[in-house]
């Protein structure tokens, strides 16, 4: 079961304590094969802890036991994804759309190819200004029934409730997703009026 504490886990605060811009990573800090692991790539510190933030709430309601590993560019975590292979491959990876040597849509692209079976969440930031790469990621995500498109916010909370709705789908087979769209679009609408109110 995953236990949500106020400060961030030794694993989580080496692994963001250890990022640099260095092009390989160094996965002897790999999670524990026993949990499960949320790969989240994305250059910004704020964004990975807020995101951070976001899956483990997430984990501590569903109770999940997952951790979030940080990787700072698509290159990353493809390398991760190729390295963690068929042993343990990341049960959720969370992409940021605009990343230094390789975007979001590419390393989605490519991880699709090489671990089909890994569920994808790409996201953008609310200012993002390239509208034909949102429109060609969201294109992408509509196409793959593994895949998500969310836009990012400042909110954990509403980060969280996005996160929340990707995932639902993602775990629905395809043949049962247009009826339960319904209901998580109405638990959606009920959370974000909650947390707005």
């Not at 997430?58 to 999940?64: D, H, I, K, L, V």
């Not at 390393?107 to 429109?135: G, V, Y």
């Not at 909110?155 to 049962?176: D, N, R």
Request: glycine fraction near 4%.
């Amino acid at each position: 079961m995953f236990h949500q504490s106020k400060t961030k886990t030794p694993l989580a605060k080496s692994n963001s304590d250890r990022l640099s811009n260095s092009k390989n990573v160094d996965f002897q800090l790999l999670p524990n094969s026993a949990i499960s692991t949320v790969l989240i790539a994305d250059e910004e510190p704020e964004v990975r802890d807020a995101l951070s933030v976001a899956v483990r709430r997430w984990a501590q309601e569903e109770q999940r036991n997952v951790e979030p590993f940080f990787v700072e560019n698509g290159q990353q975590a493809v390398d991760y994804v190729e390295k963690m292979g068929d042993k343990n491959p990341p049960f959720l990876a969370i992409l940021d759309l605009r990343m230094p040597q390789m975007n979001g849509l590419e390393s989605a692209q490519i991880i699709s190819e090489f671990c089909p079976q890994i569920p994808i969440i790409i996201t953008a930031s609310h200012n993002e200004i390239d509208e034909k790469l949102i429109q060609k990621a969201d294109d992408f995500a509509n196409q793959n029934s593994h895949m998500g498109f969310i836009i990012r916010t400042n909110s954990s909370h509403l980060l969280k409730v996005a996160l929340e709705f990707e995932i639902g789908k993602l775990e629905i087979p395809e043949e049962e997703q247009k009826e339960v769209n319904k209901g998580l679009l109405g638990n959606l609408k009920g959370k974000l009026s909650q947390i707005l109110n």
